[in-house]
T-cell receptor, first 112, second 117 residues
Framework: GDSVTQMEGPVTLSEEAFLTINCTYTATGYPSLFWYVQYPGEGLQLLLK?????DKGSNKGFEATYRKETTSFHLEKGSVQVSDSAVYFC???????????FGTGTKLQVIP | GAVVSQHPSRVICKSGTSVKIECRSLDFQATTMFWYRQFPKQSLMLMAT?????????EQGVEKDKFLINHASLTLSTLTVTSAHPEDSSFYIC?????????????FGPGTRLLVL
């Protein structure tokens, strides 16, 4: 079945540091890929998505590129802020299906 | 964006009792609601999908008689954990989506932490 693997956290960075959160997936067909973010005390929110190979999703300075050859969708941001502190979930929706499969989440803590 | 609330945010109960968790869409009508559970350091696992006015569709391995889901209106879905046991302790999250929208555009609640003693 479909699965998503993302790096364990927590990840602690200083403000303005470069962020990478790794995500790899296993799926049949051609899945759509997503990053969700959960700020403290709130529900998950869709951060960005990519629906086909080589697509780049971007939002709020975050980017992720759909790499079919490496089955990866790593999340990056060039300069993190304290307000980016949250839990980030990588997810996929298998081709032809509605169900979304989530990774375990990676907690990011940005310190001033 | 659309807001989903859950109540209670955390609950502690004794083994053998039943617990009801409410999920409300505050500013939109959610034709479809989803219920997830999350164990520590594990993925969000979809438990069931419910459409307003019809029976919920449960994922494989989820006991429908234990986890009763009611989606009586377009703004409210409830999950009742019946005869709860310590292994039911978990983080339960609901989400809602609009009619015809793809599942990735679902709006999530903040979750309910259940501890069964």
């Amino acid at each position: 079945g479909d699965s998503v693997t993302q790096m364990e956290g927590p990840v602690t960075l200083s403000e303005e540091a470069f962020l990478t959160i790794n995500c790899t997936y296993t799926a049949t067909g051609y899945p759509s890929l997503f990053w969700y973010v959960q700020y403290p005390g709130e529900g998950l929110q869709l951060l960005l998505k990519a629906t086909k190979a080589d697509d780049k999703g971007s939002n709020k300075g975050f980017e992720a590129t759909y790499r079919k050859e490496t089955t990866s969708f790593h999340l990056e941001k060039g300069s993190v802020q304290v307000s980016d502190s949250a839990v980030y979930f990588c997810a996929l929706r298998g081709g032809g299906y509605q169900k979304v499969t989530f990774g375990t989440g990676t907690k990011l803590q940005v310190i001033p | 964006g659309a807001v989903v609330s859950q109540h209670p945010s955390r609950v502690i109960c004794k083994s053998g009792t039943s617990v009801k968790i409410e999920c409300r869409s505050l500013d939109f009508q959610a034709t479809t609601m989803f219920w997830y559970r999350q164990f520590p350091k594990q993925s969000l696992m979809l438990m069931a999908t419910s459409n307003e006015g019809s029976k919920a569709t449960y994922e494989q391995g989820v006991e429908k008689d234990k986890f009763l889901i009611n989606h009586a209106s377009l703004t409210l879905s409830t999950l009742t954990v019946t005869s709860a046991h310590p292994e039911d302790s978990s983080f339960y999250i609901c989400s809602g989506t609009l009619q015809g929208a793809a599942q990735e555009t679902q709006y999530f609640g903040p979750g309910t932490r259940l501890l069964v003693l």
